[in-house]
């Protein structure tokens, strides 16, 4: 297995969205921090675009740093819009994050449920120039006139189907995040969308700290999940709320985590995926140094 870190530290570090010269500001960081491996994501339309025009200077830079993007995330709610007409513009720019994972080596591409089209009155999970990265524990939500989850769910099972298409013409695996409060939050959710999209080239991407705070079992996640994952975000937890915690600082079992990882033997990428803000190097440090004790411990090969 291979630690990495996810797109949270130049989101915590520069704030969201960012602009690109900020995300290539972040690279010889992440370097400093130990890492070899990230993830990059292409924060909307106009941003991912902006990266597709410049990614020979982001090649140069990764380079240079001697850094490899793993797994590339197309941020865009639009991908699930109820509007088959948005859906289709979406998808052209999941074509350009395709092209760009293709240029980059990445192994997989990453998409998120989004929140359903309900009314909140604080949505559950957001990232925002205006309220920065937040949870909230408790939600409130409006059904629409004439909603109908059946929609939203094949909204999102189409949409899934068509990016796992396009990313099989570049040999790409598609990972769908569960986050807290949005269509797929759960493990079962989760192996919902799987059978129903019918496509082998459709992952899921394991998120610890979101399947604690939905109170799932995250061992026994793992065993339910057993084939069906091909990516790992790693935070720990308490599941009064959904806060991203060092490793060790929660409540999530990692020596039977890692313990099970390797029985069942996984060997990709376990990516530290931490909320933090002033405390942001010394939880990557403290959980870089507590993951490679168990690993040691439990004789399993863990690179950094």
């Not at 990764?62 to 793993?70: C, E, I, K, P, R």
Request: glycine share 8%; hydrophobic share 40%; charged share 25%.
């Amino acid at each position: 297995m291979k630690i990495s870190i996810t797109y949270l530290y130049p989101i915590f570090k520069y704030g969201y969205p960012h602009s690109v010269d900020d995300a290539l500001r972040a690279l010889p960081e992440i370097r400093r921090l130990g890492f070899r491996y990230l993830e990059m994501e292409g924060l909307g339309p106009e941003n991912m675009s902006t990266i597709y025009r410049r990614q020979k200077e982001l090649l140069s830079a990764l380079s240079d740093n001697g850094l490899h993007v793993h797994n590339f995330c197309v941020v865009d709610p639009n991908l699930v819009s109820l509007d088959p007409g948005v859906r289709r513009c979406a998808l052209e720019g999941f074509r350009l994050g395709a092209e760009l994972a293709a240029a980059l080596g990445s192994e997989t591409l990453h998409l998120a449920s989004y929140a359903p089209p309900v009314e909140h009155a604080r949505r559950p999970y957001q990232l925002s120039s205006d309220h920065g990265y937040e949870f909230v524990d408790v939600t409130q939500v409006r059904l629409p006139k004439g909603f109908r989850w059946s929609e939203v769910w094949d909204a999102l099972v189409d949409s899934c189907r068509e990016c796992a298409d396009i990313a099989r013409e570049h040999g790409k695996t598609v990972l769908i995040e569960p986050r807290v409060g949005e269509v797929v939050c759960s493990v079962d959710s989760l192996l919902r969308l799987l059978e129903h999209a019918q496509r082998p080239n459709l992952k899921a991407n394991f998120d610890t700290a979101h399947f604690s705070a939905q109170r799932e079992n995250v061992v026994l996640a793992l065993a339910k999940l057993e084939g069906q994952f091909a990516n790992i975000h790693a935070a720990d937890n308490h599941p009064r709320n959904a806060d991203h915690l060092p490793i060790g600082d929660g409540s999530i079992d990692w020596r039977e985590f890692l313990a099970t990882l390797g029985r069942i033997g996984y060997d990709g990428y376990l990516g530290l995926d931490l909320g933090l803000d002033e405390h942001l190097v010394d939880g990557y440090r403290r959980s870089i140094e507590r993951l490679q004790e168990i690993a040691a411990d439990l004789k399993l090969p863990l690179e950094v």
